[in-house]
């Protein structure tokens, strides 16, 4: 049986910020995903463990909150989210 290849999520083709986020990511090891995709130079897709780390998670956030509410501005921003983890958390 071929062993499954580790890559970095940096060697996904396409739009590389669609997985999510998870806390692992902000790991020593960060989070591992194993998916069937295709790697930047390559024809065909194959079987790959993923790793995607601290560096993707900044860029998701980036992308899908900072860049669309940039307008805001970073202060008001921060207040949405904060005002966000309230609503999410209240007792905490």
């Known amino acids: 049986m071929k062993?499954?290849?580790t890559i970095s999520?940096?060697?996904?083709?396409?739009?590389?910020?669609?997985?999510?986020?998870d806390p692992a990511m902000?790991?020593?090891n960060g989070y591992v995903?194993?998916?069937?995709?295709?790697r930047i130079g390559e024809a065909r897709k194959d079987i790959f463990n993923v790793?995607?780390?601290?560096?993707?998670?900044?860029g998701?956030?980036?992308q899908s909150i900072c860049r669309p509410m940039s307008i805001l501005g970073k202060e008001?921003?921060?207040?949405?989210?904060?005002?966000a983890w309230d609503v999410c958390y209240p007792y905490t």
């Open 26 to 28: 902000l790991t020593k």
């Open 51 to 58: 790793v995607y780390d601290r560096e993707y998670l900044i």
């Open 33 to 38: 995903k194993q998916s069937v995709i295709r």
């Open 76 to 83: 008001k921003l921060l207040k949405l989210v904060s005002e």
């Open 9 to 21: 999520w940096r060697e996904l083709t396409g739009n590389k910020f669609v997985r999510g986020v």
């Open 3 to 5: 062993e499954i290849e």
């Open 60 to 62: 998701t956030i980036g």
